[in-house]
């Protein structure tokens, strides 16, 4: 008989809907070490012993705390009716034992999902990975580690209730000094404006309003999210929330180094300065006006800086969000993994938000898309204008997302041969005519044109407009 546990998640948006799927894979992978397990003869279980999915129980009582740490690690069996130094106390699963452990699977909260049966002379309980973490038994949190199940200290309980997203940082509420003793009035009245949002309210309740701002005995206080986007000094209270720009000559010298602090709406206001002044930009000109281009789109830039302050983990405070401009890439990286149950190829289109009120408040400034398509945006963007895809990947407890620049070598290996003989041309023949180039190259005007326009492409050239007469030069 199988107990499920209680609020599990529903299928209503995508997010619920690939944790489910997910987690139906590691159902398949547990009734598949099930029966791996019913294959082992008593002898072979007494031999290999007790271990991170095994434990042996004399007697079926006070299962609670095997039950929880099984539930809140991966999953696994217990074996009633063989003592911890392998003697056989042989036991039947009769209706009244069967209703006692499913008594005490009951009284876990939420209850895990157990599979009782049985094994020769053995009652086997299969405890399922519990998919809405930390259970907790009457006694406590419990938590399989090695062959033992260890009681989880406050500090353990809080580290595991943040890595299964049951505790919010931006949600928590800042109560060493009251909201008006904190207050940036003149970043809450330009976020008013950002976010197009009604004067007629005052700042406080516009804060309550907005989730920022929480009342404890008629006192109100910021939360951590109302403390990083609207106090005078946010660094003074964290200051690990910052952002450090690097302008690296190689991978291993650093030409610029900048690191800014501030509410996070003027950090990334001040960091994406810095990232497009220090990359290369060309000019164009199809009308009688001059105009530069960055050689990455601002849109693609932008996402990737405000994605890596938006879903960095805060609770983090040894490292901050870096942004290294390198000669061929450029690297945002942030701390705070993607998420343990949503593979890091399937990011694109999924809204995972680490930071929900902060995620909010950049959206309302219109900084960032709510249905979570800003990687899909970067990504359609990328591949219209020819550009490498970006690459995302996890390293330890950060998360890189990387740009390749379109330096020298990377435009040659996309160039025909004979485009790159034109690039051996002397400085005399620009500005050319499309005539002019297919007379060089003795082929038509129209396979002339056709290697121009990938050219124009690539930002190589531009195009010079004279009335009827267009000329093109090197970018």
Do not use: W
């Not at 299928?11 to 894979?25: C, R, V």
């Not at 042996?56 to 099984?70: R, Y």
């Not at 997203?165 to 904190?182: G, M, R, S």
């Not at 995302?392 to 070598?409: K, N, S, Y």
Request: glycine share 6%; proline share 5%.
């Amino acid at each position: 008989m199988m107990l499920r546990g209680q609020g599990s998640v529903g299928p209503q948006d995508s997010l619920s809907e690939m944790i489910l799927a997910i987690f139906s894979i590691y159902n398949f992978r547990y009734y598949r070490y099930i029966a791996s397990m019913a294959k082992l003869t008593i002898a072979q279980l007494v031999q290999e012993g007790e271990g991170y999915l095994v434990e042996f129980k004399e007697s079926p009582a006070h299962l609670e705390k095997e039950m929880t740490a099984f539930a809140n690690a991966n999953g696994g069996t217990i074996y009633i009716g063989i003592s911890d130094r392998g003697k056989i106390v042989p036991i039947a699963l009769t209706n009244r034992l069967r209703a006692q452990i499913q008594a005490a699977a009951r009284s876990c909260e939420p209850p895990p999902g157990v599979q009782l049966g049985s094994h020769g002379p053995l009652i086997a309980v299969h405890v399922q990975e519990s998919s809405d973490k930390p259970v907790r038994a009457p006694n406590g949190f419990f938590l399989r580690i090695g062959a033992s199940s260890q009681k989880l200290t406050r500090n353990e309980i809080f580290a595991f209730a943040v890595k299964e997203a049951k505790i919010l940082f931006d949600t928590q509420l800042y109560v060493e000094h009251p909201a008006n003793e904190l207050l940036n009035i003149r970043q809450l009245e330009h976020f008013r404006d950002q976010a197009r949002l009604e004067i007629n309210v005052d700042n406080l309740t516009l804060l309550e309003n907005l989730g920022c701002l929480k009342r404890q005995k008629q006192t109100p206080y910021l939360t951590y999210a109302g403390i990083l986007l609207f106090s005078q000094d946010p660094q003074k209270i964290f200051p690990h929330a910052i952002i450090t720009m690097l302008h690296m000559e190689d991978v291993a010298t650093i030409a610029e180094q900048k690191i800014f602090g501030g509410t996070l709406l003027h950090q990334v206001e001040q960091a994406f300065r810095f990232l497009t002044t220090h990359l290369r930009s060309h000019p164009s000109i199809e009308t009688l006006r001059r105009s530069e281009h960055l050689e990455l789109p601002e849109s693609v830039l932008r996402e990737l800086l405000v994605n890596a302050v938006v879903h960095r983990d805060y609770f983090e405070r040894s490292a901050d969000v870096t942004v290294k401009i390198l000669p061929d890439s450029i690297e945002f990286s942030n701390p705070g993994r993607v998420s343990d149950h949503i593979p890091l190829d399937a990011v694109y289109g999924k809204s995972y938000r680490r930071n929900p009120m902060i995620a909010d408040l950049f959206y309302r400034a219109r900084y960032i898309e709510r249905a979570g398509t800003g990687l899909l945006r970067v990504k359609k963007v990328l591949n219209d204008l020819g550009l490498p895809d970006l690459r995302i990947e996890e390293e330890g407890p950060f998360v890189i997302a990387t740009l390749t620049r379109r330096t020298g070598a990377f435009i040659r290996a996309e160039l025909t041969d004979r485009q790159q003989q034109f690039m051996q041309m002397p400085s005399t023949f620009f500005p050319f005519s499309a005539a002019a180039y297919a007379r060089h190259f003795c082929i038509s005007e129209r396979a002339a044109r056709l290697d121009i326009k990938s050219l124009v492409q690539k930002k190589i050239l531009i195009t010079i407009r004279h009335g009827r007469h267009i000329r093109y030069a090197l970018a």
